[in-house]
């Protein structure tokens, strides 16, 4: 099992920037890569970005390319993503996750991912 404890969300205006933090915790060993999604209510969870664990290889979604970036920290088993230039259509419940067995065709599917945290809320303000 694996553990995830997301941590840095708030509330922001337009154009700030937040660090979300998610740490892992347990047979970490076994992940493969690690990545963020958000959702907002009443809708599906989206994919954000996603890192490697090994390679450090990242993949991101049209909607933030250029503007998060995901990384990870080996020693601290820690991924984060540091969001610039927010803008209020970020405003969602970001969750971490995690998976075993990473595959590229299917990166973006949350039922790839068997391990969650509870997720932190980012807010953006106009």
């Known amino acids: 099992q694996v553990q995830l404890v997301e941590s840095g969300g708030g509330s922001v205006q337009a154009g700030a920037s937040l660090r979300l933090s998610c740490a892992a915790s347990g047979r970490t060993g076994s992940m493969d890569a690690m990545a963020w999604f958000r959702q907002t209510p009443g809708k599906e969870r989206v994919f954000v970005a996603a890192i490697t664990w090994g390679g450090g290889r990242t993949y991101y979604a049209d909607s933030v390319k250029g503007r998060f970036t995901i990384s990870r920290d080996n020693a601290k088993n820690t991924v984060y993503l540091q969001m610039n230039s927010l803008k209020p259509e970020d405003t969602a419940l970001y969750y971490c996750?995690?998976?075993?067995?990473?595959?590229?065709?299917?990166?973006?599917?949350?039922?790839?991912?068997?391990?969650w945290g509870q997720g932190t809320q980012v807010t953006v303000s106009s």
């Open positions: 996750a995690a998976t075993r067995r990473f595959q590229i065709a299917s990166m973006t599917w949350e039922t790839d991912y068997g391990y």
